[in-house]
T-cell receptor, first 113, second 113 residues
Framework: GENVEQHPSTLSVQEGDSAVIKCTYS??????FPWYKQELGKGPQLIID?????GEKKDQRIAVTLNKTAKHFSLHITETQPEDSAVYFC????????????FGTGTKLQVIP | KAGVTQTPRYLIKTRGQQVTLSCSPI?????VSWYQQTPGQGLQFLFE???????NKGNFPGRFSGRQFSNSRSEMNVSTLELGDSALYLC????????????FGPGTRLTVT
């Protein structure tokens, strides 16, 4: 089955700096890579996703890159703000057939004002 | 469009009891997945239902079961509760095919004493 590794497990950045979270996956059949943000006491919120026919996707301060050859993908948050503090999860899966995504272990991001 | 709703939000049960959790997916979503989230194990996939049929199942004992109704609402049941079942149980609904995206509910916090 799919195995997703996520690094780092914790990340502290100064407000205004950039944050990068990296994930690797094992199953070459995976073609869908979502990122979720989970705040305390809430369910994970889908913040951005990328599919295997795209190498990079941006949404305001958030961007995700995908390298299918190396089987890794990354989340980039620029101009971080205190409200970006949360746990971030990457995931990988197959969006065709029987959809199922496997999650990474999460990165706790702290943005220091 | 209303999001994924889960009831109840909090539950306290005694070891040996059983519990039923409910999930209403986003309107139009026919796939519902359940996850268990604990600090030590992260987000673990329990099972996924599509059109009232279980399509995928994670590595959980048979005490964990689920079902889906014709209106796509889903329930999961845990019998003979153990202390280790204390967790946040998350339901997620998803669209299908090339527009596949998965959205989570707020979760049910289950505490087993």
């Amino acid at each position: 089955g799919e195995n997703v590794e996520q690094h780092p497990s914790t990340l502290s950045v100064q407000e205004g700096d950039s944050a990068v979270i990296k994930c690797t996956y094992s199953d070459s059949a995976s073609n869908y890579f979502p990122w979720y943000k989970q705040e305390l006491g809430k369910g994970p919120q889908l913040i951005i996703d990328i599919r295997s026919n795209v190498g990079e996707k941006k949404d305001q301060r958030i961007a995700v890159t995908l390298n299918k050859t190396a089987k890794h993908f990354s989340l980039h948050i620029t101009e971080t703000q205190p409200e970006d503090s949360a746990v971030y999860f990457c995931a990988a899966g197959d969006s065709g057939g029987y959809q199922k995504v496997t999650f990474g272990t999460g990165t706790k991001l702290q943005v220091i004002p | 469009k209303a999001g994924v709703t889960q009831t109840p939000r909090y539950l306290i049960k005694t070891r040996g009891q059983q519990v039923t959790l409910s999930c209403s997916p986003i309107s139009g979503h026919r796939s519902v997945s359940w996850y268990q989230q604990t600090p030590g194990q992260g987000l673990q996939f329990l099972f996924e239902y599509f059109s009232e049929t279980q399509r995928n199942k994670g590595n959980f004992p048979g005490r964990f079961s689920g079902r889906q109704f014709s209106n796509s609402r889903s329930e999961m049941n845990v019998s003979t509760l153990e202390l280790g079942d204390s967790a946040l149980y998350l339901c997620a609904s998803s669209s299908q095919g090339e527009t596949y995206e998965q959205y989570f509910g707020p979760g049910t916090r289950l505490t087993v004493t």
